[in-house]
């Protein structure tokens, strides 16, 4: 389910993870790992302040395992702890403990030396809608108490939920709205899934799809279409998917909006393998 955000969602999501802010001491911030840019909320800096903060790059079986690795070497760079993860399966969860652990490292290695005991380290998780929040509560908690849904504004009291030994986490999510404001990153969404009812644009997100598999993937994009070139216009390559798929109007002409919706479909369910579709600029150096 996608909900639309106007600007009273937005300021009340705000208000929301800004409540929840207080009673934590690190923030999970849980995004896509195919597209750890695109599924980041844009404003989240400004949000959490100077909060200690996780990166945790989710469906990391959906993303390419080498991209994956290199996000996490352009986290490291900027001084953000990142662990790539699989919720579904509850692969990798070990690693976002370990990482609080470390964020909190110097501070309760001074209570200690004080002679006090630290307490559990408190976390929140906070993402954009489909990124897997609910799924990694339920998977971190090993029962069905987090509540699925994105609806901002489903209060209720705060449970802290145990998380091995060292870590509490509150057992709801803070959702934040994704960047809509560039077409590409919601190309990028609408292929991943996180934005599911773009229907009028299915033409366009499948031409992005097909254009960007062209320069990223070629070899897949040829051995999914089992031919050996591929058209650079996708329009050619839509018919071409039609024709093949026997996917034809009333007039026996190509039925394109079908045909795109095959392409959106077969990229989302992995039919072309583990992609990525947000790389590290490594020049980009503009806010360190
Ligand atoms: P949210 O709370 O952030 O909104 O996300 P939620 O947990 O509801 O998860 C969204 C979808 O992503 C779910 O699929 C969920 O199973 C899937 N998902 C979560 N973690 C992983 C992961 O690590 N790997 C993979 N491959 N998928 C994951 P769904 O309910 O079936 O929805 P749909 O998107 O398939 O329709």
Redesign the pocket.
């Known amino acids: 389910m996608t909900i639309q955000w106007f600007p009273g969602h937005m300021a009340k999501a705000r208000r929301e993870v800004t409540e929840k802010l207080k009673l934590v001491d690190v923030i999970f911030e ?1 995004v896509d790992a195919r597209i750890p840019l695109s599924s980041s909320n844009p404003m989240l800096e400004e949000i959490i302040h100077q909060k200690r903060r996780v990166i945790i790059l ?5 993303a390419d395992e080498k991209t994956t690795k290199e996000w996490i070497d352009y986290f490291a760079k900027k001084g953000l702890p990142a662990v790539a ?5 509850g692969k990798g969860l070990f690693k976002i403990e370990q990482a609080a652990e470390k964020l909190m490292e110097e501070k309760f290695d001074r209570l200690r030396s004080k002679g006090m005991k630290p307490r559990a380290i408190r976390a929140m998780i906070l ?10 509560i339920n998977r971190l908690a090993k029962k069905n108490i987090a509540r ?1 849904g ?1 609806k901002p504004g489903v209060t209720k009291a705060q449970q802290w939920i145990k998380v091995g030994k060292t870590l509490e986490l509150l057992d709801t ?1 803070g ?1 934040l709205w994704p960047k809509f404001e560039d077409q590409e990153i919601g190309y990028k969404l609408a292929l991943t ?1 996180a934005i ?1 009812d773009d229907i009028l644009q299915m033409e366009e997100i499948a031409g992005y799809g097909l254009r960007f598999l062209e320069n990223h993937y070629p070899d897949r994009l040829q051995s999914w279409l089992k031919v050996e070139t591929v058209s650079e216009d996708p329009i050619e390559t839509l018919a071409f998917i039609a024709e093949k798929r026997g996917l034809l109007d009333r007039y026996n002409d190509p039925d394109y909006s079908r045909a795109a919706e095959t392409v959106v479909r077969e990229i989302r369910q992995q039919k072309l393998g583990r992609m990525s579709f947000d790389f590290p600029n490594w020049e980009d150096d503009s806010d360190e």
Do not use: C, R
């Open positions: 849980l989710n469906k990391a079986d959906t993860v699989n919720a579904q399966e993402g954009i809608p489909n990124v897997g929040k609910s799924t990694l699925t994105n999510p959702i899934g599911k």
